[in-house]
């Protein structure tokens, strides 16, 4: 039995794992004991994660879709077909008629290569992925109050924190190696105050659980910011040293006396007040936040609040603090660092300064445009006659999905490079076989800024080949020679090229369990928390705006208010934990949950099938009753093809971030048949 | 506790020779000829029980490994059989395997398990692995702070139930064989040996007592489970206990001891002509509601108390029932993997502060 050292592909905790293989095949997994995320545990995904690899609906062979069905084909006609397309496009109706769709789910060396591919190969900024859908918002708000947008502390520091203040994150179940040190510095005596509308697991753990409305957060933490301006409670050493804009900012919460707050978002004043006390007067408080702010219409307006409370108390650039968003992706922060985004290069340097825009024009020997591309919401529904989507399922995870569907139908080309067929890959009119998690090399960066190596375990199955060599094959093909012998030289490139990665090499994350950016030269050992002295900006500025409510909220003809998320035991569209026997044995259909109370009143009993309607769509689910959610709002998890949350959620974007609003809508609840 | 102590296989006098441990690596070399050698190895920061390529990288002064020795018998995912158009295929493992450097208490572990996989209908898949490995253990001298054997018996060195056994004396070992297959397996390389004197064997005594000494946990299982039995313990204990599972199967899936496992047949080659089913088995968990789900849908496990307390239940209760011995060997894994720190230890530790006072 061998085993290998890797990382964890489902959550942004970035767990060390161990795969273990008998001739070729992998046998199972065990958590790495001394890995400082997950110290010996793994969660009930991590636990099953060599499942799906070797399942027999694994892509083989690439895919050409002729007269309407999808046949075999080899790699140098599928290759030559995708590269012919989009070179044929590229010519008649010019490079900006192309997106691409990188993946959150891929290596940094392939995100750092596709949009290599997007800029120097095709000639477009029309690149873009996932975390546009969730973690947007907190890179357009932190950039604007700190210079810098990523989780500003460690995970190991959670367990000697004295107040855990965490907001719209189910950390126990989404999270749950993150929320297994939130336990353990419970035990030791931290306060918890959780915010969230549901009772979600980790609330029954708070001192204090503020239930606020969906989509009143920015209400909630002026009115805390409120108290603690008026009670005396701000860092007033660190306003004055460190900040700017305090004065603009103080008259705006004038406006959000607690008893305003409990007006707006049905928290009590009296919980208002206590948890502004709590955060504010212990110095180790740590400061947590995940979609439950990020996925609205104000999502940046909430992001910049919460930092906003931060610097107000204090607590940022000392350990055991800080404002820290979860991402939700084994390698979003990666695919984010590498400039998979429509405005920036590798490390944030921003298309629109022409000296990046050099510095990479030269290193790649290419000309680039110097105009910002579309975004995932925007390519979807406007502009591109063309995609290339790398590990990504826009017809079940973006908003509307009817509507995506449609576009997808429209488009003049579609190309899916994926290890499964999803649901996307039914618009495709050529499907590339990837390589799994498994049967690779290369980095993974967590949630902690953690860029870690992940390790080919067993070889991709048939004809699949890893992401990154597919990608230079296609460069190739249009004209832009790739040639690289391993992922370790890709890093060597991103080293050159990415300040913030520029000693992030293989053989020195080969030693332990990865460095944690910015890790600047080839001797730096790493950044466990940011914003130290100084914020990335120079001074933090306070952004704060006011409240706004949600573009869309209940009314007479759709009375609930709809919020939706993960559960424990699915992941995001399925294609990994839907093949897994134990995990989909687990939650094998979409329950909605609703409060008996509403339950009482529609005449729905428990497991009943109900009709979910908004403006968008309708779809049956089954009903779960159950006090967690509020009266007056249900929760869906999107998982589930059958069932497609994502039918009735609301395009609506945040102007800024382009983070559609996945967090509050308006449906309607009947009884099925 | 001494009713926990695993079934004697042999009577004769313990057959013991001492190895010089400069020629450990030679006889382990030797050995290596005839079987896959699997030792615990430090692996950057960690150490892993795997497959041996250089004999100088095994860590002998390391702590538990994770999982357990059970995944060499009873693999989490191992493949059974096919069937494809020319019949069936049995996919049995049957190689040749020295597992050296486990604990005690992993070796207490195997021999539960045997009793559990073996008398009456044998697991054939189970059985096939077995009877190809072969164990040698060492007495433990560096038990973690999670570790608890010594007061169930079942560690840190055993009296019998073992394949090979060694304690470390400085500059040698005392190399113990408990089966004839050992014997057999020493025999062959009876140069590098000598018969033990009178200074071995104060030596010996004086590791066995040392290595008891270095204990830092003292659990008393059958003290909570006269707690259980006794009707001390509310379910209002096992619903605080629930509240903190974060349902990931981990303390199953590491215990030495835990047996449970479903099948699942898997369809390659679409196509009706060369159509191939294969039949797995893979680690199951009784802390999922799914495993007790019924065909309709129903879930009579579905509350997380239910599936928590059954779980203590079975270790502490059913288990001296059924096979003798508690479903425990103090190993200490659940306490290293457990995220809500409900483990047995813990729980058993918290027991005794509710209910003993008095």
Partial sequence: ?673 | MKKNMPVPIKTEAVKEWVLDKNHLSYWLRQLRKDFELVAPLRERNDIVLKRIDRIHEIALDCPASIPSPKEFLFPQFEPMLTKGTDGISDLRDGSKRVIFGVRSCDVSAVNLLDKFYLSGIADPYYESRRKNTLFISLVCNVPDGTCFCAGLGTGPYLKTGYDIQLYDLGDRYLLQAGSKDAERLVGRHRFLMRKPSKTDHEDQYEAQASSKAMFAERISLEGARQMITDGKVADDFWQDVAERCFECGGCVYECPLCTCFSVIDRKYNAGPADEQVERSRLWDACMFKGFTGMAGGALPAEKRILRTKRWFYHKLIYYPETLGAFGCTGCGRCTITCPGKIDMASVVHRMGNEYSKG
């Fill in chain 1, 1 to 673: 039995m061998e085993k290998f050292l890797t990382v964890c592909p489902y959550c942004g905790c970035g767990c060390g794992l161990y795969l273990h293989t008998e001739g070729g095949r992998i046998t199972g997994v065990s958590p790495s004991r001394n890995h400082p995320v997950n110290t010996g545990s793994l969660c009930v995904k991590g636990w099953n994660s060599y499942e799906f690899i070797q399942h027999p609906d694994r892509l083989k062979y690439p895919m050409i879709r002729e007269r309407g069905a999808l046949r075999r084909a080899t790699w140098k006609e599928a290759l030559r077909k995708v590269a012919g397309e989009l070179s044929r496009i590229k010519d008649s109706r010019g490079p900006d008629a192309i997106g691409v769709l990188s993946s959150a789910k891929c290596t940094n060396e392939e995100n750092y290569l596709m949009m290599k591919f997007a800029r120097a190969a095709i000639g477009t900024n029309n690149i873009d992925h996932c975390a546009r859908l969730c973690h947007s918002s907190s890179v357009g708000g932190l950039s604007a109050a700190f210079g810098s947008g990523a989780m500003t502390n460690s995970i190991t520091e959670i367990k000697d924190a004295r107040v855990l203040f965490v907001i719209g994150s189910n950390t126990t179940e989404q999270h749950p190696m993150i929320g297994m040190h939130m336990l353990d510095a419970v035990d030791r005596g931290a306060s918890l105050i959780v915010a969230d509308p549901r009772k979600i697991p980790l609330a029954g753990f708070a001192r204090i659980h503020l239930r606020h409305r969906c989509g009143t957060d920015v209400a909630l933490l002026l009115s805390i910011m409120n108290v603690i301006v008026a009670e005396g409670l701000v860092d007033v050493e660190f306003v004055r040293r460190r900040t700017e804009n305090f004065d603009a900012f103080s008259s705006l919460l004038e406006e959000y006396r607690p008893d305003t707050g409990e007006r707006i978002t049905g928290v009590k004043a009296d919980d208002i007040k206590k948890a502004a006390r709590l955060y504010a007067s212990e110095k180790r408080s740590m400061f947590f936040y995940s979609m439950g702010i990020t996925q609205h219409v104000t999502g940046v307006d909430n992001v910049k609040a919460c930092a906003d409370l931060v610097m107000l108390a204090g607590h940022i650039g000392l350990p055991m603090t800080g404002l820290n968003p979860l991402r939700g992706q084994n390698n979003v922060q990666g695919a984010c660092d590498m400039g998979a985004l429509p405005d920036y290069y590798s490390g944030y340097q921003a298309v629109k300064n022409p000296a990046s825009r050099r510095k990479f024009e030269k290193a790649w020997r290419k000309r680039l445009p110097d105009r910002p591309g579309l975004t995932l919401m925007e390519m979807l529904h406007d502009g591109v006659r063309a995609m290339f989507v790398m590990g990504e399922n826009p017809a079940l995870s973006d908003p509307d999905t009817t509507h995506v569907r449609e576009r997808l139908e429209r488009l003049d080309f579609l190309a899916v490079q994926d290890i499964f067929l999803t649901e996307t890959s039914e618009y495709a009119d050529v499907v590339l076989p990837a390589a799994s998690f498994a049967e690779k090399d290369g980095t993974f960066t967590n949630t902690e800024r953690r860029v870690q190596l992940i390790r080919k375990a067993v070889e991709p199955p048939q004809e699949a080949r890893p992401d990154w060599q597919i990608i230079c094959n296609l460069s190739g093909l249009m004209g832009a020679k790739m040639h690289y012998r391993g992922t370790y030289e890709i890093m060597e490139e991103i080293a050159l090229l990415t300040p913030h990665y520029g000693g992030t090499l293989h053989h020195r994350l080969d030693e332990g369990f990865g460095l944690q950016w910015p890790c600047p030269d080839i001797s730096h050992t790493g950044t466990p928390y940011l914003h130290r002295k100084k914020f990335a900006r120079g001074l933090g500025s306070f952004t704060s705006v006011g409240y706004m409510p949600p573009a869309e909220l209940p009314d007479g003809d759709f009375p609930f208010l709809l919020t939706t998320g993960r559960i424990s035991f699915q992941y995001h569209t399925g294609t990994m934990t839907r093949r897994t026997h134990i995990i989909e044995r687990e939650e094998p259909v979409c329950l909605m949950e609703i409060n008996p109370e509403d339950a009482k009143r529609l005449g729905i009993a428990e497991r009943q099938g109900v009709r979910v309607k908004s403006r968008r769509g309708e779809i049956t689910v089954t009903a779960a009753i159950t006090e967690r959610t509020p009266e007056g709002t249900v929760f869906l998890p999107f998982h589930y093809r059958e069932a497609a949350a994502n039918i009735l959620t609301n395009p609506a974007l945040d102007p800024a971030a382009k983070i559609p609003e996945f967090k509050v809508c308006a449906v309607a609840i009947e009884k099925a048949g």
